[in-house]
């Protein structure tokens, strides 16, 4: 049996597009392999902007809380593509991954179809081999017309809708919202985070018109930080719980789209849980170990993968409630994203951003183009050949700096590999 890795490079190919919003080559594979989609465990079917990742780490540490065991398909992974595949609350084996790529291959027939479709029809084979409690999918792009949007849902959950990838799922917040509520279904209850205004009224029109009810912030429930936990509130009563293990003001959001879903649920016993046990790696990430952090010396050396501008707003306001210390930002972006958009809400925040280029990825957006960008929203910027000569840079001006890593998943993902 050939690597998953090989197996994976071969599935590249299949497609001249690395995204093509389509479900009709899903389906032509799902009916060759005799429709696994039909016998998972119930699914929990996540989509939205920002928060998704986030919100299914908190709601699967909640029914692991609670005693059951979930599958659970994210995407994009940081180190190995292992990490979008757990079965039965374990990471996929090698052996296990490489028979699963290898069938849906032999399966495809060389028929074109993407990376994205293929493999995650190899996930939901693996999770209809092995039993158990739930079955946790991440959108990976929109929603309506995404890889994953081919089961029939216990639950749906839309978490924050903001602007993103917007040449797949249109230029307005009104456009991408009706994209994500495309996971609704007739009779599937959905937890809905807080929204803006108008993407809401999207949601809720979709929903009506397929009688899906809703479960939505700020109406059906509440969530709030207080005398440092955090209290959740909805018809069912009120409850008090420690607060997220993941850091910033918008795990608090994620924790109540948890919450929220683990009461709807049933499984209130793990709401604890969800907060006290979640991981979710890159997101507000203190990195303890490593040749970066000894390169680091006295400096925090911190990891984060947001790459948009409520993501920008997001880590702003994060990393405003740390204690002070003159913070740098290393930023690597892709060049299909808002940098401008990004930057601006961190202008305010950080002392000096160093930009570099993420190695090895064919969109990464230039260093200089990174730098003049962050000059544009008022931040100063230089430009470094790599992230160790940044960091270096970095500590022999302010060898007791916050440094934070950021800007894109891709970028997180080469800092988790290189530094172990």
Known sequence: MQTSDAILDRLMALHPKVIDLVLDRVHRLLDAMDH???RLPPVIH???????????????????????TCHVYTSPHLARFHERIRVAGELISEPALAELLDECERANGGAPITFFEITTVAALLAFARTRADWTLLEVGLGGRLDATNVVVPRLTVITPVSMDHEAFLGNTIEAIAGEKAGILKPG????????QDSA????????????????????????????????FQDETGLMDLPPPRLLGAHQVQNAGMAIAALRLLGRAEGAAAAMRDAEWPARMQRLSRGPLVALAGRAELWLDGGHNPAAGVALAEALGRLPARPTHLVCGMLNTKDVKGYLRPLAGTATRLHAVAIPGERNTLPAAETAAAARAVGLEAREAPDLAAAISEIVAEA????????????????VLRENG
């Not at 934070?404 to 891709?410: D, R, T, V």
């Open 200 to 231: 809401l009224e999207v949601i809720e029109y979709r929903a009506a018109r397929l009688g899906a009810p809703l479960h939505v912030h700020g109406q059906h429930w509440h969530v709030a930080e207080e005398n440092g936990g955090l209290v």
């Open 36 to 38: 696994p989609e039909t």
């Open 399 to 414: 060898p007791d700096a916050r440094i934070l890593i950021c800007g894109s998943l891709y970028l997180a993902g080469r």
């Open 46 to 68: 996540v989509a939205g902007t920002n928060g998704k990742g986030s919100t299914v780490a908190m709601i699967r540490a909640g029914l692991e809380g609670a005693g059951e």
């Open 188 to 195: 599937v209850p959905c937890i809905v985070g807080p929204q």
